[in-house]
């Protein structure tokens, strides 16, 4: 039908572009169309699922997704994301039902093993999140989530000592990571039960905003890398990535690649902090891209988040 391929195309090359908020509404008025194809109903109930996930928008997350998902059949991205946005509508133990079907699919995927632990911190259940994060480990020993989920859940069962000994292994196996080293900061400001629910909360809901096996999550990594390489106090690189994840809630972006974004998240948090020593040039030098496209991003994160000179959120 002349009608649903020209709407498909249509969202499908805002996406390509990452302009997310422009195709919503061609994928809204294909699922409206007169006589859609289901396999076309099916991707635009699913991508707008996806899209409002990455939102944070649960609620519709979970309708379109449940939709795509009447029409296709389940599968294992469609139930981790519902999964995923059943935890960050406050209903964890649906999230847990939906991501065990999940697991059935694919009992050796590594992100539903770790949305699993997310779910059951989230209920206080830690363990079994200490079993489930164990099990994440056994299929990748080098994902840093898993072993800080790992010391979360060791955290909450009231073995502290436990749970740094996990951490400091990890900091031993993966030297680079700034994950690790964040965490072991978090564990050791550990005072009281408010202090404890405070980390687990707040790093798995940050981790849940944009979901687990996101690429919008790509980008942090080389944000907390080059940060780390300058000599920015923890604090900084902090709130770097509270930026980087409010720019995603407001912008709709999803990167493809992650330098020029890690780039222009560092080169923002200079401009905050008054580092007049990183400049355009040395980052694009480091990241091996041009300053065109650095300074383009940069100028996109100020306007999306109407950043002040002095903003407070991110000092």
Not at 48 to 73: F, N, P, V, W
Not at 83 to 98: L, N, S, V
Not at 146 to 166: F, I, P
Request: with cysteine; proline share 5%; net charge positive.
């Amino acid at each position: 039908m002349e009608a649903s391929r020209w709407l498909k195309e249509r969202a499908t090359y805002f996406l390509d572009a990452e302009a997310y908020t422009d195709a919503i509404p061609y994928l809204q008025r294909l699922i409206r169309l007169p006589g859609a194809g289901l396999h076309d109903l099916s991707f635009a109930h699913f991508t707008l699922g996806r899209i409002h996930h990455q939102t944070g928008r649960y609620r519709l997350a979970q309708e379109h997704l449940r939709k795509a998902m009447d029409i296709s059949g389940e599968d294992v991205n469609g139930l981790m994301l519902l999964g995923q946005a059943y935890c960050g509508d406050g209903k964890p133990g649906r999230g847990r039902e939906t991501l065990e079907r999940a697991r059935r699919l694919n009992p050796k995927d590594e992100s539903i093993e770790l949305s699993l632990g997310l779910c059951m911190c989230l209920m206080g259940e830690f363990d079994e999140a200490t079993e489930v994060y164990s099990r994440c480990i056994r299929i990748n020993p080098d994902r840093p989530e898993a072993y800080v989920g790992l010391a979360q859940s060791l955290a909450g069962r009231g073995d502290l000592d436990k749970a740094r000994e996990t951490l400091d292994e990890a900091k031993d196996r993966l030297p680079l990571s700034l994950t690790i080293r964040l965490a072991l900061r978090e564990l050791d400001k550990i005072e009281d039960a408010h202090d404890f629910c405070r980390w687990v909360f707040e790093e798995n809901l940050c981790r849940l905003s944009s979901g687990v096996s996101s690429p919008a999550r790509a980008p942090i990594a080389l944000i907390r890398t080059i940060m780390a390489e300058r000599a920015f106090p923890p604090k900084a690189i902090g709130n770097a990535e509270k930026l980087w994840l409010d720019f995603l809630r407001v912008s709709l972006v999803k990167p493809r690649r992650p330098e020029p974004w890690a780039g222009a998240v560092v080169y923002t948090m200079a401009r905050l902090t008054e580092r007049p020593d990183i400049t355009l040039k040395t980052l694009a030098e480091r990241l091996q891209i041009s300053t065109s496209i650095i300074s383009i991003n940069f100028s996109a994160i100020g306007r999306n988040l109407k950043l002040t000179k002095n903003d407070k959120r991110y000092l």
